[in-house]
């Protein structure tokens, strides 16, 4: 007999937890979403993925929930909000985790995990998921997929040893594979933390500034030129904060870039849209950080002021 599918909960069904949660679901995972704005369309409609990747994917008979106590204990915990509303998430994931659950944080920035650690109970496993996919929000339950998907992990802290973790890990990127969903594992979170930030601080943020997304500052000499500047900045800090990324990676990032359909990534969306802009994650703490190794970034620094400014202003 084989054993029961894990039971997951998704807390926080936008773009993020919305692909991924459809996508356990139809591979026949018993998958439960947390929802608040989006309830009602939800329950009424479903939630719809249009994907240029694997068609058009429509979840019927959606388990949604706008209280966590309604929700059912849950084998893993994906946790898509943005990293500005950790501060939320606590009591939402210690509501719906099961006695030694897995909680895996799919969020961009540097240090997203540090602070949920610090109230988490020490029995839930904390993992990082780095998502590889363009993706966003166009209505209340619709997602649209515009290119690649996948997603690796990391084990981050709690009461498993290192034999353990690796299996932990295993049993996530086979959980995402039987989805369809490419996965691997991070041998190093903070250093795959840092290598994704290599294309999230650059693009995030101009897109922003500079209200473009990817295909036309690719196209743009200056805009480029910018990139690539901010991208070697991000290599450079990470070494020196002693997580040295390959070699050739802000090529490799800059061509499948070039390659990839124009994207508005996740900041201009919650920019346009009123939403709070993960400046701390993606921007503060690695400044933070390669300011403490001795390293400066002096184009990324520039780039968050005006981010700052901006986001300033709107609140304004």
């Known amino acids: 007999m084989t054993a ?8 926080g069904t936008g773009a993020i937890g919305g692909f991924y949660g459809v996508m356990l679901a139809r591979a026949g995972y018993d998958v439960h979403f947390l929802l ?3 309830y009602d369309a939800v329950v009424q409609n479903g ?3 249009n994907s240029a ?4 994917l429509h979840l019927d008979s959606v388990q949604a929930y706008c209280n966590v106590s309604d929700m059912p204990e849950c084998d893993w915990v994906l946790v898509g909000a943005k990293s500005t509303s950790n501060f939320e998430m606590a009591p939402l994931i210690e509501g719906v985790a099961a006695s030694n659950a897995k909680v895996v944080v799919l969020q961009n920035g540097l240090g997203v995990e540090d602070g949920l650690r610090n109230v988490l109970p020490d029995t839930l496993h904390l993992l990082g998921g780095l998502c590889f996919i363009c993706v966003h929000r166009s209505a209340l339950g619709v997602v649209e997929h515009q290119a690649l ?3 690796n992990l990391g084990y981050h802290s709690g009461p498993a040893d290192s034999q353990e973790q690796q299996g932990l890990i295993e049993e996530g990127v086979a959980m995402f594979r039987e989805a369809g969903v490419d996965s691997n594992a991070a041998a190093n979170l903070n250093q795959a933390r840092w290598q994704k930030l290599v294309w999230n601080m650059p693009y995030n943020g101009l897109s922003v500034l500079l209200r473009a997304g990817t295909a036309p500052l690719m196209a743009n000499p200056d805009s480029r030129a910018l990139v690539r500047s901010i991208m070697l900045e991000a290599c450079g800090a990470a070494a020196a904060c002693g997580h040295a990324l390959p070699e050739g990676l802000v090529d490799r990032m800059m061509s499948s870039t070039d390659h990839m359909p124009d994207y508005l990534p996740s900041m201009y969306h919650d920019q346009a849209q009123g939403r709070p802009m993960e400046l701390e994650a993606i921007y503060a703490a690695p400044l933070t950080a390669a300011a403490a190794a001795g390293f400066a970034m002096p184009k990324t620094e520039a ?3 005006a981010l ?8 304004g």
């Open 53 to 56: 990747v694997h068609g058009s």
């Open 4 to 11: 029961p599918k894990p039971r997951i909960g998704i807390i």
């Open 36 to 38: 608040r704005s989006e």
């Open 149 to 151: 998907g996948g997603v």
């Open 47 to 49: 939630l719809q993925i």
């Open 308 to 315: 700052r400014f901006i986001s300033a202003r709107s609140v």
């Open 303 to 305: 780039l968050y002021q």
